[in-house]
């Protein structure tokens, strides 16, 4: 991947901002994490079309929430150890390494606890955000070979 100075600083502030959201959402009292995830519920249900509803209590939401999350921080671990020379499994090691600190935040958090499984759905997440990030990075590099190569015949 192309490096340069710009481009680590984004990635970089964009790795610290989503680790904050993160972890700042794992340091929220069971009640405010759950009522958060009603108002965003709640907020889906208006936008859905009418007739169409979300069932549930919003245990499905918040776990759809937390593979979304890693799947950001999964793309950002991968373009930023890409763009200094430390690909392969670098990015879901350190991943890992955020799902057990979330977990273990919540150990702390009244009417939170951990749980293996978030760590392997989080984990999940990361690995998506792995793959994502290496497909679009080959097909920008196929795409950008193709008109090279178009403009070279012309």
Same mark, same amino acid.
């Given at each position: 991947m192309i490096r340069s100075r710009r481009r680590l600083r984004i990635c970089t502030v964009l790795l610290i901002c989503n680790l904050a959201f993160i972890w700042g959402n794992s340091l929220l009292p069971g009640p405010v994490s759950g009522a958060f995830s009603d108002a965003v519920k709640d907020l889906l249900q208006e936008v859905l079309p009418a007739g169409e509803s979300l069932s549930g209590s919003g245990g499905l939401l918040r776990k759809l929430a937390h593979f979304t999350e890693f799947t950001l921080l999964g793309m950002c671990l991968t373009w930023l150890l890409g763009m200094l020379g430390k690909p392969g499994c670098w !990015?879901?090691?350190?991943?890992?390494?955020?799902?057990?600190?979330?977990?273990? #935040?919540? #150990?702390?958090? !009244?009417?939170?606890g951990p749980s293996v499984r978030d760590v392997a759905l989080d984990s999940s997440g990361v690995l998506a955000g792995m793959i994502l990030l290496h497909l679009g990075h080959t097909y920008y590099k196929r795409r950008k070979q193709r008109n090279t190569s178009w403009r070279k015949d012309q």
């Open positions: !990015p879901l090691f350190l991943g890992m390494a955020a799902a057990c600190v979330d977990e273990t #935040i919540q #150990i702390f958090v !009244p009417d939170r």
